[in-house]
């Protein structure tokens, strides 16, 4: 009787230790901008899922706040309850929890930690100055975990049945493109123009190759307004203003609505179309069976400063706050998103391009594979979406202007005027 007793109390006592054990667990919270069933919420989902197989004593609380989790970390950080990840864009994480000093400097540890799997460290599993274009006061605020490049994008399919020859490289040959394709009653040109930041896609292209990588962001933050005297984005405006007067944009494009645009395109409605490397995807179940995607990158121009094969990109990426009480815990957690293995599923699922060196690409970046071995350099334009740069100046400024010269309403010369009277209004303004 008294063995039995004993073993009862061994018992008891062994599941209070267990009980314990299990509350001591360690928690952390993923707060994300992707939206439940989305394909790259499913893949970060399953490598936390495989990282806490690895760490059973810690436990990672998942919310899939959607485009809404700019709001909800707000509300969180207010609540006193801030999460130990911001999965959002490397400029916005810079614009809200960065400047407010908030985030943790990730730069130490991608030089101190190992990859995942490998002997080398984190920063050195990515290309050299890789992180030069998300650095805010020698500050890394964010690990990207994506990127996305911009190209012209084209059916080859399409392209062939038109009786088209070589992709064009000068701005030259892509009007003599344009020519050829509006002469066979198509449209050249696809936009969803109801987007104000895709609307800015030409212009902050064509701004760059005339001035030279991110000539028109160092514009935008100019505060005396000298920079717009310069003449490569009056004459990049001017390019513009050209498309649309020789009927190159697909006709209504000032009112589609997204996705109505690239739906369009991917239904042979028009030939070129002038995005991120996201699109694949999100056009998969509209386009024909026969459809080959094709790209080439944006046109050199006369003169310009810019190279053809210098390439804009953006990311996403995941941010850690610095109110986090397992910093290191956290990273390791954040480095297995840089991982070989899960990029290459963003690769082959999410049609995402890997942020890591040593990733192929999937056949459907074949083109966008060969202008990444050529590239050049790699550039921010400002059509990045809403929070990318300067937020305010956006909304107010930049996008009204230059839709109101895209859509044929202001001419280039007026806002070159308009544009540097209000940068010089709205720096002063800051002061």
């Given at each position: 009787m008294k063995a039995f007793k004993w073993v009862l109390c061994l018992l008891l006592i062994l599941a209070v230790a267990s009980v314990a054990f299990a509350q001591k667990k360690t928690t952390l919270v993923y707060l994300s901008k992707w939206s439940e069933g989305e394909v790259t919420q499913k893949i970060i989902d399953d490598t936390i899922e495989a990282w806490i197989k690895d760490n059973p004593s810690v436990n990672v609380e998942r919310e899939w706040a959607g485009r809404g989790v700019n709001a909800k970390l707000m509300a969180m950080i207010q609540a006193g309850t801030p999460p130990d990840f911001y999965d959002e864009d490397p400029k916005v994480i810079e614009e809200s929890i960065g400047k407010a000093g908030q985030a943790l400097d990730l730069l130490p540890y991608l030089k101190k930690v190992k990859a995942y799997q490998s002997d080398k460290a984190v920063i050195d599993t990515f290309s050299k100055g890789f992180f030069n274009m998300i650095t805010f006061r020698g500050q890394v605020n964010c690990l990207p975990i994506q990127q996305y490049l911009t190209s012209f994008w084209y059916d080859k399919t399409l392209w062939k049945t038109l009786g088209m020859g070589k992709t064009p490289d000068t701005w030259a040959q892509f009007l003599d493109s344009c020519a050829k394709i509006k002469g066979q009653n198509l449209a050249p040109i696809v936009m969803d123009g109801g987007v104000n930041f895709y609307n800015m896609y030409y212009f902050s292209h064509l701004a760059d190759r005339y001035e030279g990588m991110n000539a028109l962001l160092t514009a935008i933050y100019d505060k005396d307004g000298s920079d717009w005297d310069k003449p490569g984005f009056l004459k990049a405006q001017k390019n513009v203003k050209e498309l649309r007067d020789k009927g190159y944009f697909i006709k209504g494009f000032e009112g589609y609505q997204f996705p109505a645009g690239q739906i369009d395109w991917a239904q042979r409605q028009g030939v070129f179309l002038l995005i991120h490397s996201y699109m694949p995807i999100e056009v998969k179940d509209a386009k024909p069976d026969d459809f080959v995607f094709g790209s080439f990158p944006f046109p050199s121009v006369p003169g310009g400063k810019g190279q053809q094969y210098q390439l804009t990109s953006v990311f996403g990426g995941v941010g850690i706050l610095k109110a986090t009480k397992n910093a290191d815990l956290a990273f390791d957690l954040l480095k297995r998103m840089v991982a070989k293995d899960v990029q290459q599923r963003f690769a082959e699922e999410a049609l995402n391009v890997p942020v890591i060196m040593d990733?192929?690409?999937?056949?459907?970046?074949?083109?966008?594979?060969?202008?990444?071995?050529?590239?050049?350099?790699?550039?921010?334009?400002?059509?990045?979406?809403?929070?990318?740069?300067?937020?305010?100046?956006?909304?107010?400024?930049?996008?009204?202007?230059?839709?109101?010269?895209?859509?044929?309403?202001?001419?280039?010369?007026?806002?070159?005027?308009?544009?540097?009277?209000?940068?010089?209004?709205?720096?002063?303004?800051?002061?």
């Open positions: 990733v192929p690409l999937p056949d459907i970046f074949s083109d966008l594979a060969a202008i990444m071995k050529k590239q050049t350099g790699t550039f921010t334009d400002y059509s990045g979406g809403p929070g990318q740069f300067e937020p305010e100046y956006a909304q107010k400024i930049m996008y009204p202007l230059n839709q109101d010269v895209l859509f044929g309403k202001l001419s280039p010369e007026d806002f070159v005027k308009q544009v540097k009277a209000k940068s010089i209004e709205y720096w002063k303004s800051k002061k």
